[in-house]
């Protein structure tokens, strides 16, 4: 239970603490200092849980790791790290069934290129069979959607 629900579980339970000790037993027209009193009450409870809401907000935020683009190509247009460029030299055209062909790069050839295999998309991956054998590759259409893009030579 965050601190927002348990502070909101007990403001009812304050309010009515202090209606019960703010008025005694027989009851009487309650004049407007008493209601003013109540009201401002009720403002420095309502300021103390936002105060409180607002924290635990921060806290939230600064515990997760900042959503900006660090340089891995990933979430495309977020950050300010250029999206990182693919060797043109790697890229290889496998055909597919049902006719046509999709552009792979071929992963041993990227890591030769100094691409660092770790921070690419694992779910771009793919194992492909070619006559040299199982080769592992990454689909090229999903790393442009991931941010990365090729490059021309």
């Not at 660090?70 to 496998?94: D, E, S």
């Not at 030769?112 to 194992?127: I, T, Y």
């Amino acid at each position: 239970m965050t601190i927002l629900r348990k502070t909101t579980a007990l403001l009812p339970a304050i309010a009515l603490a202090l209606a019960g000790i703010a008025a005694p037993a027989p009851l009487r027209a309650s004049s407007g200092d008493d209601l003013a009193r109540f009201l401002a009450g009720a403002a420095v409870i309502a300021i103390i849980a936002k105060g409180l809401h607002d924290r635990e907000k921060r806290k939230a935020q600064a515990a997760e790791p900042p959503r900006h683009d660090r340089g891995r190509g990933h979430g495309r247009g977020h950050g300010h790290a250029q999206p990182q460029t693919l060797p043109q030299h790697c890229a290889v055209q496998y055909r597919i069934r049902g006719g046509g062909s999709q552009t792979f790069y071929l992963a041993d050839c990227m890591a030769r290129s100094g691409v660092r295999l770790r921070q690419l998309p694992q779910h771009c991956s793919h194992e492909l069979r070619t006559r040299q054998g199982r080769q592992s590759a990454y689909q090229g259409a999903c790393l442009r959607q991931a941010g990365y893009r090729s490059a021309r030579m």
